[in-house]
């Protein structure tokens, strides 16, 4: 059965740069879309960026995928649905300035390579800044030398622009002080993360019982293959503490979470297996390593095995 992917047309508003209004459609095959988008989304067969619509877009969304949409005068922009939209509650994303303004967010953190040494909404939330509504921070940290991105662009460095309502300033100083922590982040760094943000305690309680649930652990990822009858019996023979020699490349989809899609199921194959490796240098030998998907080397199962931190799981057969 095909799967249908779930997409959210929202309208922003231009002063406190949020959806004001939004609604869902379902598309079954990406690439129809993907060709509706155009060239901007030539990189993008999964749909994961977000993209802002002109009116003929929304006329020819709506010939082609039955939704009808009207942002009247605002920016109307496309986006594909996200895990995000799970919690029982409104996640801070995307609506960080009203919040802020309105005392529920604590603080919020705008992280990106530069240039351009802006992010997408700086003027509005400047706007509240000089009314004193709103205090800022800026840090930037220049790369060693500039980092040349896939898709072209040259980027000299990082840059955070923090926020705060006045009064709160103290949790910038808090935020970097845990950036600093040793030993990678845990589960106690991501409730303090929540804390600091402004997420009530119920909120932060949820959200850990949901990583739980999602096989979540940081510093790790869940990496989906699939195998042959014979190169699963030879896991079986090692006792699934390995995998086997191959004379293939194999390809695979990693993830931090639970999530495989039915679509990447179909693609991998009927055998499906998956095991935990850590995250940073799995995804080091990795041609891509910001994508889902890879191809790992035969050469590089040795490695790949060295990295395994539990036993592998069988997924489906």
């Known amino acids: 059965m095909t799967e249908r ?20 459609f379902m598309v079954e095959r990406l690439d129809e879309l993907q060709a509706l988008l155009g060239p901007d989304a030539r990189s993008d067969p999964e749909i994961q960026q977000l993209y802002w619509l002109e009116p003929a877009d929304l006329v020819a969304l709506s010939a082609r995928f039955g939704v009808t949409f009207d942002g009247g005068d605002r920016d109307v922009a496309l986006r594909r649905w996200h895990s995000t939209r799970e919690p029982p509650y409104l996640v801070h994303t995307g609506y960080e300035l009203p919040l802020l303004l309105d005392g529920r967010k604590k603080l919020a953190r705008f992280h990106h390579e530069y240039p351009p040494h802006q992010h997408g909404w700086e003027d509005q939330f400047d706007h509240f800044v000089a009314q004193g509504l709103l205090h800022k921070e800026v840090d930037v940290e220049a790369f060693d030398k500039p ?3 896939a898709s072209g662009p040259v980027f000299e460095g990082l840059r955070t622009a923090w926020y705060a ?31 600091l943000y402004g997420y009530e305690d119920w909120q932060n309680d949820w959200w850990a019982d949901y990583r739980r649930r999602k096989l979540s652990q940081f510093g790790t990822s869940l990496v989906y293959a699939a195998l042959s009858p014979a190169e699963l019996a030879a896991v079986e023979f090692a006792g699934f503490r390995s995998l086997p020699a191959l004379d293939r490349p194999l390809p695979v989809i990693s993830s931090f979470d639970d999530d495989l899609t039915e679509d990447e199921r179909q693609r991998l194959g009927s055998i499906l297996i998956r ?3 850590k995250a940073a240098p799995f995804l080091s ?3 891509n390593p910001r994508e889902r998907g890879h191809v790992m080397r035969a050469d590089q199962i040795k490695d790949v095995n060295g990295l395994l931190l539990e036993k592998i799981e069988v997924v489906a057969q």
């Open 5 to 24: 992917h779930r997409f959210i047309l929202q309208a922003y508003h231009p002063e406190y740069a949020c959806p004001t209004f939004e609604t869902m």
């Open 147 to 149: 980092h040349r991105h």
């Open 165 to 195: 309502p006045k009064g709160e300033e103290w949790r910038i100083a808090a935020f970097r002080l845990i950036e600093k922590t040793k030993g990678g982040w845990n589960d106690t760094l991501e409730r303090l993360e929540g804390m």
């Open 275 to 277: 095991f935990r490796v």
């Open 285 to 287: 030998l990795m041609a």
